[in-house]
C-alpha cells in the first residue's frame, strides 16, 4: 500500500523552529515527487514547498523562502520541511502528498495544486506558532 505519514508538528513561539517529516512507504521512493501543503482555518489549501526524488528540484513559494528548507533522504524514504523564523500566519495543518513523477516535472506546477496526479495524502499534523 502506498503511504505517507507525516510527523513533527507542534506549538511553537514566533521566531521558533519545526522540521516535519513526510516517510513514504510502498512505492519506489526515487520514481515519486513529495510535496508540502498547509491548511489554515477559513482558507484554501496551498502548496508550501515541493521537491523531485528523482534530481532533486525544489520549489518554495514566496511567502517561505528563505525560513523554510525541503530535503529528501532517499536512504531513509523520507522528505523534510526545516521550518526557521515561523510566522503566526504559518498556522495551519501540514500535510504530505506522494504522485508518481512524470517526464516533464515541474516542482512548481505540482505545488500549485493543478499538478496533482493521483496523489496519495498523509494525516496531517497541526502546526500552531504564537504570537
Known amino acids: 500500500e502506498v503511504q505517507v505519514v507525516e510527523s513533527g508538528g507542534g506549538l511553537v513561539q514566533a521566531g521558533g523552529s519545526l522540521r516535519l517529516s513526510c516517510v513514504a512507504s510502498?512505492?519506489?521512493?526515487?520514481?515519486?515527487?513529495i510535496g508540502w501543503f498547509r491548511q489554515a482555518p477559513g482558507k484554501e489549501r496551498e502548496g508550501v514547498s515541493c521537491?523531485?526524488?528523482?534530481?532533486?528540484?525544489?520549489y518554495y513559494r514566496d511567502s517561505v523562502k528563505g525560513r523554510f528548507i525541503i530535503s529528501s533522504d532517499n536512504a531513509k524514504n523520507t522528505v523534510y520541511l526545516q521550518m526557521n523564523s515561523l510566522k503566526p500566519e504559518d498556522t495551519a495543518v501540514y500535510y504530505c502528498?506522494?504522485?508518481?513523477?512524470?517526464?516533464?516535472?515541474?516542482?512548481?506546477?505540482?505545488?500549485?495544486?493543478?499538478?496533482?496526479?493521483?496523489?496519495?495524502w498523509g494525516q496531517g499534523t497541526q502546526v500552531t506558532v504564537s504570537s
Open positions: 502528498a506522494a504522485d508518481r513523477l512524470v517526464q516533464d516535472f515541474n516542482p512548481g506546477y505540482y505545488c500549485s495544486g493543478y499538478g496533482l496526479g493521483n496523489p496519495t
Open positions: 510502498g512505492f519506489t521512493f526515487d520514481d515519486y515527487a
Open positions: 521537491v523531485s526524488n528523482s534530481d532533486g528540484s525544489t
